[in-house]
């Protein structure tokens, strides 16, 4: 004989049989069950506490599906006396028992008038009927539980139930966002990683841009170098370039050396990517037009750099702001220093005068849409003798921020020069790195930082 089926909502049917059970101390354990360890996965987590919950609600078996909304279907998720491999992997909303609870978010009884028998190899078990709720967090659905019962289900148990899968739901959804950040911050710590690899890469191309220590030991002679990038890649360079051989009048001269250091718009790989374009001017200027004029070789950047970032029909306002230096190391012995600034000023020490000379640069910056040449960059010399030092320096330092976001100051940075003058450059750089470290006392560094010292 065929078995009679009936639907009916819980709403609408009337109040069954119910069993004196402690229901708030019951909650409070499957709320505890539902405090999942980290290492568990959400079916773990689910496959423990459907062993749980089905045989006290009276059931034989039990499945629960995730919802997805965004594409209207059910996954399945955890199981209890069911086959994992075998369940329905997905169901569509409105398909099935399962389906029409998604859809409607309304809970299904269908009893059985006569009992069903199930059927195994050692034993046969009367079905009563079958419960399908929806699992809801905030009346969003995040799945649905379709249960098989042994026995009738009470009111009392069925609210029990609803009151559990709202808990049930919400610790669903907090998991799956869980576990969504988890993918996202794993999809993010690579993209990372590679960014940062692809950062690290372009440091390497930056280095090999600049001139070398050997290079700079053997141009420069005595001197030190801090180069401290805000970021792997720097906004700030350094250029050094021993032009004697294109000097036409060597008559007074035994060697001529152009110095610069150049303060990018920005850091990071924004400003790397225009010390870059500094660079590469700086080398058309200098070793390929052969010019040696600080101002003009300032100028001739300027209007170089708006031509390569085609500055007059777009709204690419970057720039530089630097010094250059040209040094005429004559005959006689002394050194005819020339300097031209955009922005920086060069610090003189005199040692055998007890004194710090600064000549200040010009207030213009290279790039953008103004016009340097009308603003006015100038040069300016000046006589040295051996044992005097020069320093060229991006804002970088003096910039350098304590806790109370007091700056370093340039003021600050010519007296250390003032009172270090008579030691050796190598002592020179640790004592003014040991002051900026004592100033800064832990604050983040907020700009690339370039300082080259210099003797005669």
Request: aromatic content about 6%; glycine content about 6%.
């Amino acid at each position: 004989m065929q078995t009679q089926l009936s639907t009916v909502n819980y709403d609408t049917k009337k109040p069954l049989q119910t069993t004196k059970v402690d229901y708030n101390e019951l909650f409070s354990y499957y709320l505890k069950k539902m405090q999942w360890q980290e290492e568990q996965s959400i079916q773990q987590c689910m496959d423990d506490l459907l062993s749980e919950l089905i045989p006290f609600l009276g059931g034989i078996s039990a499945t629960l599906y995730l919802a997805y909304p965004e594409t209207k279907t059910l996954a399945y998720l955890a199981g209890y006396g069911v086959d994992a491999q075998g369940a329905n992997k997905e169901i569509i909303y409105g398909q099935e028992l399962v389906g029409q609870v998604a859809k409607t978010k309304k809970s299904i009884y269908q009893h059985y008038e006569n009992d069903a028998r199930l059927f195994s190899a050692t034993v046969k078990v009367s079905i009563k009927g079958v419960l399908v709720i929806p699992i809801l967090a905030n009346q969003e659905l995040t799945g649905v539980m379709e249960i098989v019962l042994a026995k009738p289900v009470t009111e009392q148990k069925f609210k029990f139930l609803q009151q559990l899968g709202q808990h049930i739901g919400s610790n669903l959804k907090i998991r799956r966002q869980e576990q969504a950040l988890r993918v996202k911050n794993i999809e993010l710590e690579q993209k990372n990683a590679n960014i940062t690899s692809s950062i690290k890469y372009a440091c390497t191309i930056q280095q090999a841009i600049l001139p070398t220590k050997a290079f700079l030991d053997e141009t420069l002679g005595d001197h030190f170098l801090i180069y401290q990038p805000k970021d792997l890649v720097s906004g700030d360079f350094y250029w050094v370039s021993d032009v004697t051989k294109n000097v036409k009048d060597k008559k007074q001269l035994n060697k001529r050396l152009v110095v610069a250091v150049m303060d990018c718009t920005g850091h990071g790989v924004p400003g790397s990517m225009m010390s870059m374009v500094g660079n590469t001017l700086l080398n058309q200027i200098v070793k390929e037009q052969h010019k040696h004029n600080p101002a003009k070789i300032l100028i001739e950047l300027h209007y170089k750099i708006q031509e390569a970032l085609r500055q007059e029909e777009s709204e690419n306002h970057d720039g530089m702001d630097g010094g250059i230096c040209v040094l005429d190391f004559l005959k006689n012995g002394d050194v005819k220093m020339t300097y031209a600034g955009a922005k920086r000023s060069l610090a003189i020490a005199k040692p055998q005068l007890q004194a710090v000379e600064v000549i200040k640069g010009d207030r213009t910056s290279l790039g953008g849409l103004h016009h340097p040449d009308q603003i006015g960059i100038k040069n300016q010399t000046v006589m040295l003798q051996k044992g005097d030092m020069l320093y060229l320096t991006t804002d970088g330092f003096e910039d350098a921020c304590c806790p109370l976001r007091k700056k370093y100051k340039f003021k600050r940075l010519m007296q250390d020069i003032q009172e270090i003058m008579h030691e050796p450059l190598t002592k020179q750089r640790e004592i003014l790195l040991q002051n900026l470290q004592n100033h800064k006392q832990g604050v983040p560094q907020r700009d690339d930082i370039t300082l080259l010292g210099l003797k005669l």
